[in-house]
């Protein structure tokens, strides 16, 4: 390439610019007005694609973005659809709170459990009646599937309920069929009681598995037809003596959140005093 | 190449974030050309991506045109000084030239606000410069033998 031929090219070079640096002038200046026109001819031939490129781009981008909120939706509802069962349980024994409030002839308060089994204090629970509610000691504390404890003490507003797993309970016990009668106790052992004895049954008595066995109303504690459990197997025989029955409970404190702790009975005439 | 550039710009752009900082594929591709072009082409290609983002902004029209024709031009001149096959000297094209470009673009447009255009100077275009000229480093260093052969382009 000659000087020559250089010098050529570049005073192309610069009209050429000189020509593009005019024609930007121009279009800022724009005296003419028709920019826009100009800008919105360019958008909707040459640059269509590219814009139709950006714009799919952005939607696929939304589309992400959205299906990201979606997904964090979804999970949200997954875990309010998993409490759904624990409501659903809890509404089937609040239900059958109310069923067995109709059954029991004996005036009762309900009560919610504040705390269910403790560290260190796995006999006792904590219910929110107390004397304000007519709840007394010793008052007998039922969940829909049967016998949970009795109260110990009593507050204002809350009383504390020695359940049966507690070592010193006992309750006098009877088949439902009431052909044989004894003592339900918790068997206590290594680890937490979760199973009940049968105690002091006669001798010449024989209980199959699965047979109810319901408090008999003696001692004056529990009234009568309380579920207690059903019968396992036979644990221990004292032949010419007594047997003892192994018992699965009828109910577990564990598994409860609301009870029913049973008043004492209403005199016949208190309503026309 | 640089109509993979280009098409970057337009699909890969709004994935990166804010677009005041993502990378400005189009003026990269413009700065990968004008640095080996003669500067007459470059201006007419710099006009051409002026044009372009003029249309696709709310901007002032010819605004961009004007600034991408000079800066174009003088990327082209740049190369009689310069070695364009040298790493740095395009990193330093490609962090100078989108500076440039901003500040041409703001005074074509009248933005002479200077708290805005401090603001705009001294953080955005500085970002976006940074992201341009990572791009291009990329790019420079992945495509080497064909840009030296200018097949790549």
Known sequence: MTLGSDSTAGSRDTMIFVVCLLLSVVARADPVGVSEELASGLRRTVLAPLIYLQRQTQLIRDRRAEFDRLVVQRDSAIMRASEVPRVAAENRRLRALLQLGDRLSLPFVAAEILHQVEPGDQHTLIVTAGTRDGVRRWAPVVAPGGLIGFVSRVDRSTSIVHTWTHPDFRASAITADSSVAGIVAPRVGIGPTTLLELREVAHLSDLGPGTLVVTSGLGGVYPRGIRLGRIRRLEEERPGLSKTYLMDPAVHPASVSHVLILLPPVPADSGRA | ?153
């Open chain 2, 1 to 153: 190449m640089l109509a993979g550039l280009v098409l970057l710009h337009f699909t890969l752009r709004p994935w990166l974030g804010n677009p005041r900082w993502s990378p400005d594929f189009l003026l990269l591709a413009l700065m990968l050309y004008a640095i080996r072009a003669r500067p007459g082409r470059a201006a007419v290609a710099g006009f051409g991506v002026g044009i372009v983002g003029d249309a696709l902004a709310e901007a002032a029209f010819g605004a961009g045109a004007f600034a991408h024709t000079v800066l174009a031009y003088l990327q082209a001149w740049g190369k009689a000084v310069f070695f364009p096959e040298n790493l740095m000297v395009n990193v330093w094209f490609f962090l100078a030239g989108t500076w440039m470009r901003d500040l041409m673009v703001m005074l074509a447009n009248g933005e002479l606000d200077a708290r805005a255009m401090l603001w705009q100077l001294g953080t955005w275009s500085l970002l976006r410069a940074a992201t341009t000229t990572l791009v291009g480093v990329v790019v420079l260093v992945g495509f080497r033998d064909a840009m030296k052969t200018g097949v790549a382009l």
